[in-house]
């Protein structure tokens, strides 16, 4: 499991100071200090992590500690939270609510930063000596967020949840850096882009970015147009990516199939992912590897 920590405070002081003593005591971790409202807001929405320790009082802010935990249980199912404050008492029955999601791995009360380091550093350890290491959380956090999608009858809110899910798989896979709704160069909208930094040398040799679109077409079928028209995306990347997937709700068209076949020979790879793979994915221990099967398997096959 990465381990990436988000430290959340509205002082920045404070955040810069607590992550570089973390990082002291715990190396291996990887601690990001966040403390600027828009800032806050975006990394909780398009980065991953799989603990955030987070100041309940924001008095600078729109929101507090309590409101950003409860947004961020939502949109990333894996989280965890530790919950730090001076004023404790006066978030008790929020904070009772929350202990209740199961989302909270401790509540600590701050202190000056030579006592409070230690305490910290325990809990941190202690949470991810515990972490089960067949992933059984995240696989169901997978699957019920993938049914929720698969369910929902609103077409505008099922395209969201789609990519949302889509993002929330790779993120599990090992990628950290996903930006959603980017335009290129020829203003062409990409739904997802990857940024390809896992150290892994299959992965490496697909360039820098992996693009990503996102088909919510459970009755249209993914068809010819719609594979020459990502094609060009991945084209217009000029090197930077090297591997392009399409992912749908749905069903691909034969048609689509056969363009991938005629593209074969082509150095830029296109991977076709649909309930199958998704299934795979989900269900399974090491993602990093079954995501690389099922790009071998589709490359030979094409």
């Known amino acids: 499991m990465e381990k990436t920590i988000l430290i959340i405070d509205d002082q920045k002081a404070q955040a810069e100071g607590l992550a570089k003593g973390l990082k002291s005591k715990l190396p291996t971790m990887n601690f990001i200090p966040v403390f600027e409202e828009k800032k806050i807001l975006d990394f909780i929405e398009n980065k991953f992590y799989s603990l955030a320790i987070v100041d309940l009082r924001m008095d600078e802010y729109a929101f507090d500690g309590i409101e950003l935990v409860e947004k961020m249980s939502v949109i990333n199912p894996f989280s965890k939270f530790i919950l730090v404050s001076a004023f404790k008492e006066e978030y008790t029955a929020p904070i009772k609510r929350l202990m209740l999601s199961g989302k909270i791995v401790d509540v600590l009360e701050k202190e000056m930063q030579a006592d409070w380091l230690p305490k910290l550093k325990d809990v941190i350890s202690v949470y991810y000596d515990n972490f089960n290491e067949d992933q059984s959380e995240i696989n169901k956090a997978l699957m019920d967020h993938y049914a929720r999608t698969k369910n929902e009858e609103n077409i505008n809110i099922k395209g969201n949840l789609f990519e949302h899910f889509v993002s929330l798989l790779f993120q599990s896979i090992g990628f950290n850096h996903i930006s959603k709704r980017v335009k290129d160069k020829s203003l062409n ?101 079954e995501f690389k099967a099922i790009i071998d398997k589709q490359v030979k096959d094409n």
Request: glycine content about 4%; some cysteine; overall charge neutral.
């Open 189 to 289: 909208e990409v739904d997802l882009i990857i940024r390809n930094e896992i150290d892994d040398p299959f992965i490496n040799k697909f360039g820098k970015y992996i693009l990503v679109e996102c088909k919510n077409k459970p009755e249209d079928k993914v068809n010819k147009n719609d594979f020459i028209v990502f094609k060009e995306k991945l084209t217009n990347t000029n090197g930077l990516a090297e591997l392009g997937i399409i992912a749908t709700t749905g069903y691909f068209t034969w048609t689509a199939y056969n363009e991938a076949t005629r593209s074969s020979s082509n150095s830029r790879k296109i991977i076709f992912l649909s309930n199958p793979e998704f299934e795979i994915l989900i269900k399974s221990k090491n993602r990093l590897e």
